[in-house]
């Protein structure tokens, strides 16, 4: 999938980070200063930047303008913390693509770096689980070469799953993301729409539910 450049001076933060993106199937390369992100894309060509604004060693926001001036193909997403959140306008202005404040849950930054990847065009859009192609930009999905018609919904729940391969959705999660933050459902309708893309497309095994929480696709 896509090569990523954490730019991160926590190591715990860095660490967790990396985990989560090899975890989609993503490649993490941690720098821990300005410094080392700068000696990083001397011998990388990152598709994308996480970049820290409060390193130890530089400005992050000069660092930024540098970044998308000798680099301005690489989208950079910052990440803030609170207290600079007056900021964040200033963080864009400068080149970043988006931003997102510390403390942050994984699946919101996720979700941020799917959307950019999707923006430069550099996000995987063929997944393919056993016998099943899911192709997310033509929306067609086949099993054994032959074409599976799935609603409009079915089909963005899938997408959903697989864009988050190998993480705990909640329900509450799932409902926001396939369907919408305005949309007025509840859990029943999470349920149902797995039960019918587990039912087909052959995914029981692969679609896992979290005992009182919400699902997971495992590939
Ligand atoms: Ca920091």
Redesign the pocket.
């Known amino acids: 999938m896509a090569d990523i450049l954490i730019v991160?001076?926590?190591k715990k933060i860095n660490e967790l980070i990396l985990r989560t993106l090899s975890m989609m199937g993503h490649r993490g390369l941690p720098a821990f200063s300005g410094r080392e992100a700068l000696l990083a894309l001397l011998g990388e060509q990152p598709d994308l930047i996480l970049l820290?604004?409060?390193?130890?060693d530089m400005d992050g926001f000069l660092l930024m303008r540098r970044i998308s001036e000798e680099y301005a193909d690489i989208p950079v997403i910052c990440v803030t913390?609170r207290d600079e959140v007056p900021d964040r306008v200033k963080g864009l202005r400068g080149g970043a693509e988006d931003y997102i404040v510390k403390p942050f849950a994984m699946e919101e930054l996720l979700a941020r770096i799917q959307v950019v990847l999707r923006r430069f065009h550099k996000e995987q859009t063929i997944f393919n689980i056993r016998d099943i192609e899911v192709d997310l930009a033509g929306g067609i999905v086949k099993k054994a070469g032959h074409t599976i018609q799935l609603t409009n919904r079915e089909f963005e729940l899938l997408k959903v799953l697989l864009i988050n391969k190998n993480i705990a959705l909640s329900r509450e999660r799932l409902l926001s993301l396939a369907w919408g933050m305005d949309f007025y459902g509840d859990d029943r309708t999470v349920d149902v729409h797995i039960r019918r893309l587990r039912q087909k497309l052959g995914m029981e095994e692969d679609i896992k539910t979290i005992f009182k929480y919400g699902y997971r696709l495992e590939m």
């Not at 820290?52 to 130890?56: A, E, S, T, Y």
């Open positions: 991160e001076d926590d820290d604004i409060g390193l130890p913390a």
